[in-house]
């Protein structure tokens, strides 16, 4: 699922950037729903919204692992494109 959301696009920087964004989220709604409604709803209705800001937090650090293991392997695939350029250079000259 994590290369999928990868692969789509989504980047770790998105998943923290939701995950900031679901923790001001959830300081409104509770204040908001405290204005309008009672307190125990507004208790439910934050802890509700706050539990996305972990999950997406969670996804960030996967996806950030993700991110690292690509481009590791570009780098490998990279190093070994390098080392068999001069050998082909080297060939050609004899």
Not at 15 to 36: D, N, P, Q, V
Not at 51 to 63: C, D, E, K, V
Request: aromatic content about 8%; cysteine-free; charged content about 25%.
């Amino acid at each position: 699922m994590i290369k999928k959301l990868h692969d789509i696009g989504i980047s770790s920087d998105a998943a923290y950037m939701a995950g900031f964004t679901s923790i001001g989220i959830t300081i409104a709604s509770w204040l908001s729903s405290r204005k309008l409604e009672n307190t125990a709803r507004a208790d439910r209705w934050g802890i509700f919204v706050g539990l996305w800001a972990p999950t997406f937090m969670s996804l960030g650090n996967a996806l950030r692992l993700e991110e690292e293991h690509e481009a590791m392997q570009l780098g490998t695939r990279a190093k070994a494109m390098a080392e068999k350029v001069p050998e082909k250079a080297g060939s050609a000259r004899s």
